[in-house]
Structure formats: C-alpha cells, structure tokens
C-alpha cells in the first residue's frame, strides 16, 4: 500500500509549539524530496517547506527561523517541527512526496493556533 499519514496537529496557543509527523510507507522513501503544505480557509495552498532526498532543505519566507523540516529515512518519516507559533499558521497540513511520475499526498492534519 503506498499512503502518506500524517499525525501530530490540534489546538495550540501562539507562541507554542507543534511537531508534525507525516510516515511513509510503500514508497522507496529515501530516494523522493519530500515537503510539507498548508491551506488556511479561503487561501490557496501554499509550500511551507522541502527536504530533498540529499537532505538539503527550503522554507516559505513567512515560516523561516520558525519551522524545522527533517526527515529520518530509517523511520520512512519526514517531520515538521514548528516553533514560535502564530495564528497566521493555522490550517490544514499536508505532506508531500515528489515521486518519479506523480506527487503522493497525505490526508492533512488540522493545526490550529489560537488563544
């Protein structure tokens, strides 16, 4: 079965702090880039942050300094951890495989930032 799962969103309060977890399984893990996405209500979904398969990463402007993307490739695991927390953050978080002929979504986690 080839799937993405993602875990480890819900309610946190600004300031605070989530990690993320998207594992991976029926994919040859190590050899994909692999990224996370959000999509706030009304918004379109917008890249947050990639870790290729060599290990090198990007972020969007609004989440660098924040948001730390790693993956651990003896898990079949990315990560997103997210620090520093603003509501602007809220959304929906999707990981992201960019596989040889297509892209492999998760089903997103809900991350919502409030007081």
């Known amino acids: 079965q080839v799937q993405l799962v993602e875990s480890g969103g819900g309610l946190v309060q600004p300031g605070g702090s989530l990690r993320l977890s998207c594992a991976a399984s029926g994919i040859a893990f190590r050899a994909f880039d692999m990224a996370w996405y959000r999509q706030a209500p009304g918004k379109q979904r917008e890249l947050v942050a990639v870790?290729?398969?060599?290990?090198?990463?990007n972020y969007a402007d609004s989440v660098k300094g924040r948001f730390t993307i790693s993956r651990d490739n003896a898990k079949n695991t990315a990560y997103l951890e997210m620090n520093s927390l603003e509501p602007e953050d809220t959304g929906v978080y999707y990981c992201?495989?960019?596989?040889?002929?297509?892209?492999?979504w998760g089903q997103g986690t809900q991350v919502t930032v409030s007081s």
């Open positions: 992201n495989a960019a596989l040889a002929r297509s892209n492999l």
């Open positions: 870790i290729s398969s060599g290990g090198s990463t």
